[in-house]
């Protein structure tokens, strides 16, 4: 099995790599597309996480979603609010 990346290349997107090299990077975008060849310095800007990362990070919201967890902190900015980070949401969901 091929590793799978979520990257931003022309949009966000599902990206499946062959090799990933000190120079190259070979991706594909589809199953049946051929793998196309970017610079490893392109890669590594365009890079954001690997799929499963990104699978976990979903499970916590949606479990924070489920136990009725805000996602909102009060804050002394200009609104009274902001948003919770990815760790603190992460923490409420383990600490119940």
């Known amino acids: 099995m091929k590793n799978k990346w979520w990257v931003y290349i022309n949009g966000y997107r599902v990206v499946e790599t062959r090799s990933i090299g000190y120079k190259w990077v070979y991706y594909?975008?589809?199953?049946y597309s051929k793998y196309k060849k970017m610079k490893k310095s392109d890669w590594d800007k365009s890079?954001?996480?690997?799929?499963?990362?990104?699978?976990?990070?979903?499970?916590?919201k949606n479990k924070a979603v489920e136990l009725?967890?805000?996602?909102i902190k009060k804050s002394r900015k200009k609104f009274g609010w902001s948003y919770k980070t990815?760790?603190?949401?992460?923490?409420?969901?383990?600490s119940i």
Do not use: H, W
């Open 47 to 60: 890079c954001i996480s690997t799929l499963s990362e990104l699978q976990q990070k979903l499970d916590y």
């Open 86 to 94: 990815f760790d603190e949401i992460k923490s409420e969901v383990l």
């Open 28 to 31: 594909r975008t589809t199953k």
């Open 68 to 71: 009725g967890i805000s996602s």
